[in-house]
């Protein structure tokens, strides 16, 4: 495998999450560098729109599969259609995530909680479940799953959000100890703000803000090298770490003032 800006011919990558956002942009990266795809995302004209891009730009095989990841019938289905395709996948990409502003005092939000816990952390591992055994019958490969640095201290008027991607980041490390000398390597990415349709609503300022092609850029480099845990952008993982040091009394003082992503009306 060469590291994130060189062609990776004979390569084949597996991207949830692919029709917008980050997800679309690492299709973009991984196609340029002649790497077969599998593209999942819900919206299926989202992906087949990307999938005529990436072919008339020249890539060389584009998989597309509109399901919701919280199916793992479909998700099964589709890993195996792509391991037919284009073999066993050299990199997995969990990166179907979604966010929206919750309050646990209102009971119509626990559905949206339900859904978010279920796409970003469920999602996650039923997209990594048809590739475990097949790579580890090769011995190699990588599954990367996207969190994100939410996950590290819970934020105020996001319970769903926060706690997914925490339990994200736990359930990756418990997989990559899991995994441990078979040849797979679990790579967890925590990334600080990137500019995407999810952050397009915060209504705050956004610091180290990334553009997605940035974003995947140092993503596909963090992959290659097998980081078990990195935070893209790295000064965000110098903030958070900070945040996590703060004693409960004085992050609770500090956060209870910042403003909330809207919850929808």
Do not use: C
């Amino acid at each position: 495998m060469d590291p994130g800006d060189g062609t990776l011919p004979g390569l084949s990558i597996f991207v949830t999450g692919a029709s917008s956002g980050i997800g679309r942009a690492l299709a973009r990266h991984y196609a340029r560098r002649g790497a077969a795809l599998g593209l999942v995302a819900r919206r299926g004209d989202e992906l087949a729109a990307l999938a005529a891009e990436l072919a008339a730009a020249g890539a060389p095989d584009v998989f597309i599969y509109p399901l919701d990841v919280t199916d793992a019938d479909a998700l099964q289905a589709a890993g195996d259609d792509f391991m037919a395709r284009a073999g066993v996948p050299d990199i997995v990409v969990a990166n179907a995530g979604i966010s929206q502003g919750t309050l646990t005092e209102y009971r119509e939000d626990l559905a949206v909680i339900r859904r978010i816990l279920e796409v970003n952390v469920y999602g996650m591992a039923a997209t990594f479940a048809p590739f475990i055994a097949p790579m580890r019958g090769r011995g190699q490969g990588r599954l990367a799953g996207i969190a994100s640095v939410a996950g590290i201290r819970g934020l105020p008027g996001a319970e769903a959000y926060s706690a997914s991607k925490a339990a994200a980041i736990a359930y990756l490390e418990s997989l990559r100890v899991e995994l441990f000398g078979s040849g797979i390597r679990v790579v967890s990415i925590a990334p600080g703000f990137i500019a995407t349709p999810m952050t397009a609503r915060n209504p705050y300022p956004m610091p180290f803000l990334l553009s997605a092609d940035e974003a995947a850029r140092r993503f596909a480099r963090a992959i290659e090298r097998g980081a078990s845990y990195t935070v893209i952008p790295w000064p965000m993982g110098i903030v958070a770490k900070g945040l996590r040091l703060l004693p409960n009394r004085l992050y609770d003082w500090l956060f209870a003032r910042v403003p909330r992503k809207p919850r929808l009306s």
